[in-house]
C-alpha cells in the first residue's frame, strides 16, 4: 500500500565571489594534504541569511520550483543574521514565502544536513507539510582569524537549498537514521566567547599565539584537529555498521558513500578505516572546501553531474564533527532532477 514519504527532489547551492588561494597561505606539504586547492568567501557585508537566500532562489530559477508551494524552511546555521530573531523568518519575507510556512533555525554543523532529512521526514510523514525548503549555510571564515593557518586553509564558505516534498511510494526514500552525541567534548571545536555562558559585554577580546605562531582570539574558532580527526577515524566505521544493521543491507548494496567532506587526508583513511576501499566513496572538495553543514549537499550536487539520478537509490549519508555530534542515514536519490 502506497503513502506519502518525504522525498529529495532538488538541489542547488551558492559560492560567494571571493576566491582564496591556499598556495598563498605557506606550507605547501600541508596544503597538499588538506586536498583543498581553493576556497570561496563571503564578503564584509556578505551574511549567512545573504548566503541561504541565493542558494534558495538558485533553486526556484534553476529547478522551476513555485515558492508558493514551501510550507516550511529549515536553516541549518551556526551563524545566524541576528541572536535574535531566527533568520529562517527572515529569509522567509525575503525569499516572499507564504505566511502560513513554519520556518526555525537550527544549530548544528558538519552532522547538520542528515539532522535536517531527518526533521523534513518527521514533518511531511506525519502530515504536517509538504514541500519543505532545507537550507545550510556556513560562514566560517567571519569566525577564522586570517592568521590562524592551522585551520583557515580548512573552511570555505557557502549555501545549499534542497527541496524535500512528499511523495507517494510503498517504501521510504529516507531510511536508516541514526545519531549520536559526545557533548563531554565540546571544546574540541568551539568559540569561546560570544554566546550567554561567555558575553561579549563581559568578556574582552584576547589573542593567544600558539607554537606555530597561529593566531586566534577568544572569539573566533578554536579546533584541537588531532582530537577531531581521532573522534572522526572512532566514530565513522560505528556510524557505517549501525546503518547497515538498520537497514539490513550490505557495504556492496549501496550505489554510492557521501560523506561529510573533512579534508582529503582523512578521508582517504575513514574510507579505509570503514572497510569501503572498492566502494563508490565520494572525496573532493578541492575548489570549495570544508563547508561545514553544506559538504554533503555541495556532493551530491556534484555526484549528479556524472551520474544518472537512477543509479543512485541507495546512498549511504552521513555527518560527523562539531558538537560533538554525528548521524546518518540511506538516502534514495533517484527522483532528484539533475
Known amino acids: 500500500m502506497k503513502k506519502n ?3 529529495i527532489k532538488a538541489i542547488e547551492t551558492y559560492l560567494p565571489k571571493k576566491i582564496e588561494l591556499n598556495e598563498n597561505l605557506g606550507d605547501k606539504r600541508f596544503i597538499e594534504k588538506l586536498g583543498i586547492k581553493e576556497r570561496h568567501l563571503a564578503a564584509d557585508d556578505e551574511s549567512t ?8 532562489e538558485n533553486l526556484f530559477k534553476n529547478k522551476n520550483i513555485s515558492r508558493d508551494e514551501i510550507d516550511f524552511i529549515l ?17 522567509q519575507n525575503r525569499l516572499k514565502i507564504s505566511q502560513s510556512a513554519g520556518a526555525l533555525d537550527y544549530n548544528l554543523g558538519c552532522s547538520g544536513y542528515v539532522y535536517g532529512l531527518s526533521i523534513a521526514k518527521g514533518l ?5 507539510a509538504k514541500n519543505i525548503l532545507l537550507l545550510t549555510a556556513s560562514i566560517y571564515n567571519k569566525y577564522i582569524n ?6 583557515r586553509p580548512l573552511f570555505g564558505d557557502g549555501a545549499t537549498a534542497t527541496l524535500i516534498c512528499a511523495e507517494e511510494s510503498e517504501t521510504p526514500f529516507l531510511d536508516g537514521f541514526i545519531f549520536g552525541t559526545d557533548g563531554s567534548r565540546f571544546k574540541n571545536i568551539y568559540i569561546p566567547v560570544g554566546g550567554s555562558k561567555n558575553s561579549p559585554r563581559n568578556n574582552p577580546e584576547v589573542l ?3 607554537e606555530n605562531e597561529n593566531r586566534r582570539t577568544n572569539y573566533e574558532v578554536h579546533m584541537d584537529g588531532s582530537a577531531v580527526t581521532y573522534f572522526t577515524l572512532r566514530i565513522t566505521p560505528k556510524i557505517v555498521d549501525e546503518i547497515l544493521k538498520k537497514t539490513n543491507l550490505k557495504r556492496e548494496d549501496i550505489n554510492y558513500y557521501i560523506f ?12 579505509k578505516k570503514c572497510g569501503l576501499e572498492k566502494m563508490n566513496f565520494y572525496n573532493d572538495i578541492e575548489d570549495i572546501g570544508n563547508t561545514v553543514s553544506g559538504t554533503i549537499p555541495f556532493g551530491i550536487k556534484k555526484i549528479l553531474q556524472r551520474n544518472n539520478p537512477s543509479e543512485l537509490k541507495k546512498v549511504m549519508l552521513a555527518g560527523f564533527g562539531v558538537g560533538l555530534s554525528w548521524s546518518g542515514c540511506i538516502a534514495d536519490l533517484s527522483l532528484i532532477e539533475k
Open 146 to 151: 586570517v592568521n590562524d593557518k592551522s585551520i
Open 208 to 210: 593567544e599565539i600558539d
Open 75 to 91: 536553516l541549518c546555521t551556526q551563524h545566524p543574521d541576528y541572536q535574535m530573531p531566527t533568520t529562517a523568518c527572515e529569509l
Open 49 to 56: 541569511g545573504d548566503l541561504a537566500f541565493n542558494a534558495a
Open 124 to 128: 511531511i510523514e506525519t502530515n504536517l
Open 5 to 7: 514519504f518525504a522525498c
Open 260 to 271: 561529510h567532506q573533512a579534508n582529503k587526508f582523512v578521508m582517504n583513511h575513514v574510507q
